[in-house]
């Protein structure tokens, strides 16, 4: 979720270069590195909010987008439509209200 990371500081952790890395994203996931990027940390924030819905309840929608690595508001809200269809606004309200069914 760092949101620092690079095509090439990822290959050098993965002891690989950044040509290989790309060409595997691309063969393997058919999306370019700054795609599959996106789509992880989305996937992230999804199944992490889930399991810890008291962050809706203590957090920015900014400050939501920057634990999972988004620099922008707008390129999570994107995002995070763009996979799931919803923004995320609306995803955090069924979240909360899934939650005060709960209780």
Not at 26 to 46: D, G
Not at 67 to 96: D, E, H, Q, R, W
């Amino acid at each position: 979720m760092d949101n620092h990371i690079t095509q090439q500081s990822l290959a050098k952790k993965l002891n690989t270069n950044s040509a290989y890395l790309s060409k595997a994203i691309n063969v393997y996931k058919r999306q370019n590195f700054a795609s599959y990027l996106r789509e992880v940390r989305i996937n992230y924030a999804i199944a992490n909010l889930k399991q810890n819905p008291e962050i809706l309840q203590t957090k920015s929608m900014i400050q939501i987008a920057e634990m999972y690595g988004f620099n922008s508001l707008s390129v999570f809200t994107k995002s995070f439509k763009s996979k799931t269809g919803i923004t995320p606004g609306v995803f955090f309200k069924k979240l909360i209200e899934r939650e005060l069914r709960k209780n």
